[in-house]
């Protein structure tokens, strides 16, 4: 069993910077893949990146190149930093882990309660 805590979330203005964490409880954390997922209001839960046991990391596309996630297996934490907000950035951001680096939600059996990421024009 892994419980997980996401912190970080706020308000920015576009173009800044936010970076999330999320805390892991339980065992075996390093054996998991996390990830990141995100939901805007009336839209499905998205994939926006993971990172592999071996720490292999994907992204979507319009995270390549603004968005780097990172993991401290020492202090059982996964990060996302976000760099270059947009609005459209804006959701409530989900930390999940599962057996594989997956971008498919059914994939990942634990998840956060999520933070909410605004992005203001």
């Known amino acids: 069993q892994v419980q997980l805590v996401e912190s970080g979330g706020g308000l920015v203005q576009a173009g800044g910077s936010l970076s999330l964490s999320c805390a892991a409880s339980?065992?075996?954390?390093?054996?998991?893949?996390m990830a990141w997922f995100r939901q805007a209001p009336g839209k499905e839960r998205e994939f926006v990146a993971t990172?592999?046991?071996?720490?292999?990391?994907y992204y979507t596309d319009s995270a390549k190149g603004r968005f780097t996630i990172s993991r401290d297996n020492a202090k059982n934490t996964v990060s996302l930093q976000m760099n270059s907000l947009k609005p459209e950035d804006t959701a409530v951001y989900y930390c999940?882990?599962?057996?594989?680096?997956?971008?498919?939600?059914?994939?990942?059996?634990?998840w956060g309660q999520g933070t909410q990421v605004t992005v203001s024009s």
């Open positions: 999940a882990a599962g057996s594989g680096a997956t971008f498919y939600a059914y994939d990942y059996n634990y």
């Open positions: 990172i592999s046991a071996y720490r292999n990391t």
């Open positions: 339980g065992r075996a954390f390093s054996t998991y893949a």
